[in-house]
């Protein structure tokens, strides 16, 4: 029987819902959780600090990344070291660039060099990857956030890109690659075959996992039940 892929790739929750993050804390396939402030304006979340310490009170022994977003380097690292300040097991997420398009390079490399575990967020290039791994000290964890999705939208196939990643971070062994966005449940599969350590997952794509395995000829008797049925509930004529 083919291995779940669950047991392939770590599973990381993205999102702010307290009460989705509580309920996949209680889920032994979700290994650690993810977010970024455009997720929590979303949500409708507007007290930073305040919903991040609620998220750390009820997740303490998974990792949870939470972003720094200020544009200025000086105000990003004071930024990154009040998070990391927050708890053992909070990981301080670092934009490769700030919106000028300056490398964040130098900062990823002074606070991963005294030990703070980074997660580096909204790679889409390789020279963003190799630069990153060479910035990265071989002895502090950290993660690789590639948007593989959103490389993916704009036709080119992120599967190329994300095997050389995990290639160029074989000499970090504490870093691991993320695949980030995905849009389907086949990029968990695509993810692992790829060697990718974690890819983070919205509640909506998780609740698909049900589907692992499923035949295919019964999945297409549900779909035309369902057609059958919500044209029957509405009433249609013709």
Known sequence: MTQPVSARIKLFLDGANISDM?????????????????????????DYTAFAKEVLAEITDLPVSFEVFSDDFTNMEREARIIHSWGKNTNV??????TKGESAIPLIKKLSAEGIILNVTAILTEKQIKDVADALAADTAAIVSIFAGRIADTGIDPMPIMKN????????????VLWASPREVLNLYQAADCGCHIITATPDLLKKRELEAKDLGEYSLDTVKMFYNDAKAVGYSI
């Open 165 to 176: 990643a995990v290639a160029l971070l074989k000499n970090k062994p504490k870093a691991e």
């Open 22 to 46: 509580k309920a996949a804390r209680l889920d032994p396939m979700i290994k650690g959780f993810t977010t970024n402030p455009s997720i929590m304006k979303k949500a409708g979340i507007v």
């Open 93 to 98: 997420k670092i934009p490769i660039t700030n």
